[in-house]
């Protein structure tokens, strides 16, 4: 199997996907999961701009500094380099599903689809609300997360 690369997708790319790739770095990290990990939006607006603060503090609840961390937009070449892509929510994958190449090698889905229960499911956007709605994301990508890195590993076990 080639080496996985998995890319998270929301609308900023500050808010949802940073929080998912901390979550996901943490993961592979905890089980040494040799896997590239990257996040993007599908919107222009933030690119460059580190996470949303609130995003920031959320991660730093939990022990991880994303301050480092920098917006940038989805771009075709994404659809090569990643072999998963996941998207935050029911838009993000249709605007994905849109601009992916015929030949890419990426397969694309909601991330929720990784957790029982909870498939075809959005994770919502925190961007208008408050510290819960941030925390509330924290707790959903990180069940992804965990879920995504024991199919990953249990894949590499093969
Ligand atoms: P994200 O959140 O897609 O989770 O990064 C948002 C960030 C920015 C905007 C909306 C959602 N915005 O409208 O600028």
Known sequence: ???????????????RSPLAEAAFRREASLRGLRVEI?????????????????????ALRHGI???????RRVERGDFHRFSHIFALDHVNLADLMAMAPSDGRASLS???????????????????GDAEAFALTWREVSEAARALADRLALAAAE
């Not at 500094?65 to 917006?71: F, V």
Request: with cysteine; charged share 20%.
């Open 38 to 58: 990257d996040s993007a939006g599908t919107g222009d607006w933030h690119v460059g701009k580190p996470p949303d603060p609130r995003a920031q503090a959320e």
């Open 110 to 128: 909601l991330l929720l689809d990784l957790v029982a229960g909870k498939k075809g499911q959005s994770v919502a956007d925190p961007y208008f």
């Open 1 to 15: 199997m080639s080496k996985a690369a998995v890319l998270f997708v929301c609308l900023g790319n500050i808010c």
């Open 65 to 71: 500094d994303i301050s480092g961390y920098r917006a």
